[in-house]
């Protein structure tokens, strides 16, 4: 079925999106942050930076892909 | 000029603009009432969103909590901006799809029951209320120290001002204004932290100096400097140390990005833009614009204690800068000068530190007076900060009184009334939401510091899974819905209160507030993310051992899942 077809890539985006949602903040920010604390870009442990500034970047670039991405789905699916 | 002529000025100005949008706004229908007409740009809207999201709290108290936690601070800023994801991709688009007016309608819709709307009002209205006595505290708080004016009277300014444009214009006329109060907050924010990171780093963009080196010529990185100087002094090392233990800290990220998608007065922005594709895009204009405060609070923290530390660390007590004796007279700021040596030590041991108060709230007020930057710089951040607990105080009043005047009048009690008694209601019940709140503002309760967390672990608890629920699973039924909204809200509530005590009266907290007594050592303000577990497990069990939705329901989902 159409709708079924665009609900599934609906889905899809969202799982994408979600997992590297959870990869910057839980893993980068805080799972891993340790690690991650020995390299450094500048003057910012990577892993605080991720914890403080970075995730919140990728949040941002997350929302508007899937702005576009979906309006483009929904371009696919008009009847 | 005299700072307080300026601030007066400031904030007269300011306040004269908010008055002359509410005659321009004034609205004429419920559709404008509820919903600004439904017409607004997803840009506006987002300028508004991030008004009505950032509060005194983040305007005031974020940076400061930063500053003294370090690394420990990173939950709040990951956990505000995180749940914006979830609320652009799980509940926004969907929600303006079904197109009504308030959460509680929707639940109402959904789960085919005036029950289950009862229930997300009685959500809504607690967790609204315990947020909004924060706000009129800070309208208060700010009138008396900078204008010199009585708690009182401040207070009475700032709901009076809230009246006028909230009665007049509902939700068109706190959009607009919320769009100016925007921009006067940002300006605000961000013009003391440029100049502060010009004078540390040399670097005009905040987000950049934090990561740079220091402009004294030794070629240091700031924070590695800000390392240095507190972990010689006996603090634990800014850019590391977490606060409470890795497992709290994820489950509390958690509980605010799920709780914030969950925030009603947040979600109900999304109701005023035209079609599902502006909800999408307004959530990433609201997140860009919450994310310019967000991503220099982090700067202020950082540059605000490392320059508190040189400042105030070995200086005779004489020699103190003038800002010291200014901040000392309001009681936010204390020392004593312990071994008699005429300096301040400022240290990380208990015993022989001599700044024996530093409150987190002067890291920001403060802030402009310690970089020596003049008065007006001062004068505006005072009105970001109004502007900041003004539109916060409008939005979540604008969720109490269409909940009760959409959703309990014409939704429950009396179905007929028509469209003009609706709107008359609906400014009588605004009056009603304003009185009630400026009653707390007079009369603080006593729990009140502990509430605004309680408001994230009930929206985290009882209304994201319920509408999520709702959108992604068809065969969710209003027994499971209500099933779990009482379980996840019980669990969250009795951990709260059995850790807090119950209302947060001390004494009737039967496991006492100690750590080792948590489950899996969470906090209680930590708990909304295992409370919503709760609510998906217990919704799934009942839901899948009753009766299910008709086939009217299952149409209502499919076409909120059609673009």
């Not at chain 2, 208060?140 to 009246?163: D, K, M, N, Q, T």
């Not at chain 2, 204390?334 to 300096?343: A, I, L, P, S, T």
């Not at chain 2, 068809?474 to 996840?488: P, S, V």
Request: aromatic residues 12%; proline residues 3%; contains cysteine.
């Amino acid at each position: 079925m159409f709708s079924d077809d665009y609900w599934g890539a609906n889905l899809k985006l969202i799982t994408i999106c979600l997992a590297i949602w959870f990869v910057v903040s839980y893993l980068f920010g805080i799972l891993l942050v340790e690690q991650l604390n020995t390299i450094s870009i500048g003057g910012y442990k990577l892993g605080f930076w991720f914890a403080q500034q970075g995730s919140i970047y990728v949040f941002l670039a997350l929302i508007f892909y899937y702005a576009s991405a979906m309006n483009k789905i929904d371009e696919k699916y008009k009847d | 000029m005299d700072l307080q002529i300026l601030t007066f000025a400031f904030v007269g100005i300011t306040f004269a603009v908010y008055i002359s949008i509410a005659f321009w706004a004034k609205a004429s229908s419920t559709k404008e009432f509820y919903v600004a007409g439904g017409v607004v740009h997803p840009v506006a809207n987002g300028m508004a969103t991030a008004a009505d999201w950032m509060s005194a709290a983040s305007f005031i108290s974020m940076a400061g909590l930063i500053a003294f936690l370090g690394y420990g601070g990173s939950v709040f800023l990951m956990g505000w901006t995180g749940g914006y994801v979830l609320l652009a991709m799980l509940l926004a688009p969907y929600l303006r799809k079904h197109g009504s007016y308030t959460v509680p309608e929707f639940i109402n819709d959904r789960y085919y029951s005036k029950a289950a709307r009862v229930v997300a009002v009685i959500c809504l209205i607690i967790a609204s209320v315990t947020y909004v006595i924060g706000q009129m505290k800070g309208i208060g708080v700010a009138f008396s120290r900078f204008l010199e004016v009585s708690y009182e009277i401040g207070l009475i300014v700032g709901i009076g001002i809230v009246l006028i444009y909230a009665v007049l214009g509902g939700m068109k006329g706190i959009t607009y204004t919320q769009i100016a109060q925007y921009v006067i907050m940002i300006i605000a924010y961000t013009i003391p932290a440029i100049f502060i990171s010009l004078q540390l780093t040399g670097n005009p963009i905040p987000q950049l100096g934090l990561g740079s080196t220091l402009a004294d010529g030794s070629g240091t990185y700031l924070l590695d400097k800000l390392d240095q100087i507190v972990v010689g002094l006996g603090f634990a090392e800014y850019t590391t140390t977490p606060r409470l233990s890795m497992t709290n800290t994820f489950v509390y990220t958690l509980s605010l990005m799920i709780g914030t998608a969950g925030l009603p007065h947040v979600i109900m922005r999304f109701f005023t833009v035209k079609n599902v594709q502006s909800a999408r895009q307004s959530a990433g204009w609201a997140l860009l614009f919450i994310a310019i405060l967000y991503t220099t609070a982090p700067a202020v923290a950082a540059m605000a204690r490392l320059n508190l530390m040189q400042t105030v660390h070995n200086t005779e007590i004489k020699q103190l800068p003038e800002w010291v004796e200014n901040w000392k007279t309001t009681g936010l700021l204390e020392y004593e000068d312990k071994n008699g040596d005429g300096r301040i030590q400022y240290t990380g041991n208990k015993k022989t530190n001599e700044m024996t108060k530093v409150d987190r709230d002067i890291m920001v007020l403060a802030n402009p007076e310690i970089a020596q930057l003049p008065n007006w710089v001062i004068a505006l951040v005072v009105a970001g900060g109004l502007a900041a607990a003004l539109s916060t105080a409008a939005g979540l009043l604008l969720a109490i009184a269409s909940s009760i005047s959409h959703d309990l009048l014409k939704g429950v009690w009396r179905p007929h009334i028509n469209e003009k008694e609706e709107l008359m209601w609906s400014r009588l019940s605004m009056v009603g939401a304003i009185a009630l709140a400026g009653y707390f503002g007079f009369n603080p309760p006593g729990f009140a510091a502990g509430t605004v967390a309680l408001a994230f672990g009930l929206a985290a608890s009882s209304i994201f899974p319920a509408l999520m629920m709702g959108i992604f699973s068809r065969k969710m039924n209003k027994e499971g819905a209500i099933a779990g909204m009482i379980a996840g809200i019980g669990i969250t509530l009795l951990y709260v209160f059995q850790h807090k005590g119950i209302m947060f009266i001390p004494e009737t907290s039967f496991l006492g507030d100690m750590s080792p007594n948590w489950f899996l050592g969470i906090e209680p303000n930590a708990f909304g993310a295992i409370g919503a577990v709760v609510n998906f497990v217990v919704a799934y069990i009942v839901a899948s051992n009753t009766a299910a939705v008709s086939t009217d329901v299952d149409a209502m989902v499919t076409n909120m899942r059609k673009p």
